[in-house]
């Protein structure tokens, strides 16, 4: 018997959205990135295989029906994941998890050092409405930053580095937005799921959340509270060399674009990341 959850995110909608929310789009024939409002997530899995696949991240409070809506679509009637994966536990990433969960009835994975915060312990950092970048930023304190708890649903992911049910893949800790942020890569193509490591855009910029201009980004700065970590982890990934990458916000990034955008991050993080100021942000002078 598993103990009862608690829902956080419920009645917790945030009207934020994008030109992109509500698209689908398969970026690799068993990868697909689904817009939810202003957030990503993935269906790891051939539409050929409807009972084998799983959902990475679980979007914006009360988003379930939509992220169910394209499932459906993609998989078809009453298909569902042999489990979720979470990259982080921040509550864009979370806000349908607990009411996916009680639909499928499937097992939850993160990173050890974020289940605390899927358990209801530990509430995260407070997101920092004075950092400079944009007026998301300037809103992000009306954000919700305690924690939902999932009980005995949400598990470590394997020390060895696998991901249950998703052959081929591996996690990688990328820490610095949160402390058990993790990144999916696949080695046989390089493709890489980068959670928000780093992202395809200005995400604390409204203009640019809106209307979905791209551009390689460091991770939202209102959340990021380690940037020394932070930037670490962008050249874990940049060393990767990946050929394509879905990231927690942004459009679907691929080729010399990804290549560039990321080796210019990883070269020049200080400058293009780090914000000029912000509760988190530490200078050295």
């Known amino acids: ?50 009972n084998d696949w799983v959902l990475i991240d679980a979007g914006m409070p009360e988003s379930a029906n939509r992220i169910l809506d394209a499932a459906k679509e993609r998989f078809g009637e009453n298909s569902k994941p042999k489990a979720i994966v979470l990259t982080h536990g921040h509550f864009d990433h979370v806000g349908a998890v607990v009411d996916l969960v009680e639909k499928w009835d499937v097992p939850v994975y993160a990173h050890e050092a974020e289940i605390p915060y899927l358990t209801g312990k530990s509430s995260y950092p407070e997101p920092d409405g004075s950092v400079e970048g944009g007026l998301v930023a300037k809103m992000s304190p009306l954000f919700p930053n305690e924690p939902i708890n999932l009980g005995s649903r949400v598990k470590a992911v394997p020390s060895d580095g696998s991901i249950p049910y998703m052959h081929g893949w591996r996690w990688i800790h990328t820490p610095g937005h949160s402390p058990g942020h993790i990144s999916l890569f696949r080695d046989e193509d390089r493709s890489l799921i980068a959670g928000d490591a780093f992202v395809t855009v200005k995400q604390e910029s409204l ?61 020049d993080f200080e400058r293009i990341a780090i914000p000029d100021y912000g509760r988190y942000v530490y200078r050295k002078h």
């Open 1 to 50: 018997m598993h103990d009862r959850m608690k829902d956080t995110m419920e009645h917790r909608y945030i009207p934020m959205t994008s030109f992109a929310s509500g698209v689908g789009q398969a970026v690799m024939p068993d990868l697909y990135c689904y817009t939810n409002q202003i957030v990503n997530v993935c269906f790891v899995g051939s539409p050929e295989n409807p």
């Open 207 to 267: 203009y640019k959340v809106v209307t979905q201009i791209q551009e390689i980004s460091g991770p939202p700065r209102y959340f990021t509270t380690d940037w020394e970590a932070a930037k670490e982890s962008v050249k874990k990934l940049e060393a990767l060399k990946p050929t394509v990458a879905i990231t927690g916000h942004g459009m679907p990034m691929s080729g010399g674009e990804l290549t560039k955008g990321l080796e210019k991050l990883a070269r």
